[in-house]
């Protein structure tokens, strides 16, 4: 077989392959909203409209864009995840945000949960402890259009210098909760964060500060994430 031979059965092999386009990604996503989010316990419209708009198969690697929209979280390189949908869903509803609400996300990853904060009309701070991961997302929600400001640190540090926060999002799993956290949200703001343990038995916990500054924490789901790394300790 000749070389011209191979290379067009090679092309036609490659078009024959199937291959998503944006109305199928669309379509992916309004689905992903109907059966995962909204039949479930997802009521929030504004985290519905987020979710339905935000490209989540551009925040995960090429070769699983076509999973993005399943009902599973998935590896983003640096052995992290990025969450579930329903999680996602589920912690943007549970800390109640309205437009213009000075949010904090810990953990950026691929930057998606920043990306449906800020649809949803927040502004957005996000610190990632892995500087590769934190550039990339960086860029991403640029290019993207996201107004999201990205901080390579510790998390468990926050961001003083923009603190106080209405909300505060933990997407690693933390042990305790971190106290410097505590203090950045504002009297009235929630935090939520997986808490527990270990990883087997962690817990969605719902963190309020009272006007008076007095604070209270709730269960609302076992989860299981990724851990929440201590800065100060090297990294393994
Ligand atoms: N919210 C992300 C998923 C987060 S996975 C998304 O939407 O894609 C958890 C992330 O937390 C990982 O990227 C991990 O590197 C980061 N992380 C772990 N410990 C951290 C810490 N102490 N400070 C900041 N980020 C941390």
Same mark, same amino acid.
Request: hydrophobic fraction near 45%.
């Given at each position: 077989?000749s ?5 067009s ?5 490659s078009?024959?392959l199937?291959? +998503?386009?944006?109305? /199928?990604?669309? %379509?992916?996503? =309004?689905?992903m909203?109907?059966? =995962?989010?909204a ?9 519905? %409209?987020a979710m339905?708009?935000?490209p ?21 390189? =640096?052995? =992290? ?6 999680i996602?869903a ?27 904060l ?13 500087? $590769?991961?934190a ?7 640029k290019?993207?259009?996201y ?5 390579a640190?510790?998390?468990n540090?926050? +961001? ?5 926060? %209405? ?27 997986p808490?527990?343990?270990d990883?087997?038995?962690? $817990? ?5 500060? /009272?006007a008076?500054g ?11 994430f ?6 100060a300790?090297?990294?393994?």
């Open positions: 077989m070389l011209r031979v191979i290379l059965c090679a092309l036609l092999l078009l024959a199937p291959v +998503w386009g944006a109305e /199928d990604y669309a %379509a992916a996503r =309004q689905r909203v109907s059966e =995962q989010l039949a479930r316990d997802i009521k929030d419209p504004r985290v519905l %409209a339905g708009q935000v989540r198969h551009l925040f995960v690697p090429p070769d699983l864009r076509e999973k993005a929209y399943a009902d599973h979280p998935l590896p983003i390189g =640096q052995g =992290q995840t990025i969450s579930q949908p329903y996602v589920f912690m943007s509803q549970a800390v109640a945000i309205k437009p213009g609400d000075k949010v904090l996300e810990i953990g950026t990853g691929s930057g998606y949960q920043a990306a449906v800020a649809a949803m009309g927040a502004e957005v701070y996000s610190v990632e402890i892995i500087p $590769e991961l550039v990339q997302a960086s860029e991403r929600l290019r993207l259009g107004k999201v400001r990205v901080m640190g510790d998390g540090l926050g +961001w003083p210098g923009e603190a106080p926060f %209405a909300a505060i999002l933990v997407t690693a799993g933390a042990r305790k909760i971190p106290p410097k956290l505590v203090e950045q949200l504002k009297p009235g703001g929630r935090m939520i964060l808490l527990g343990p990883v087997w038995s962690e $817990e969605l916990t719902l963190v309020s500060k /009272d008076q007095g604070v209270s924490k709730r269960s609302l789901l076992a989860v299981r990724v851990p929440l790394v201590d800065g300790q090297p990294r393994k």
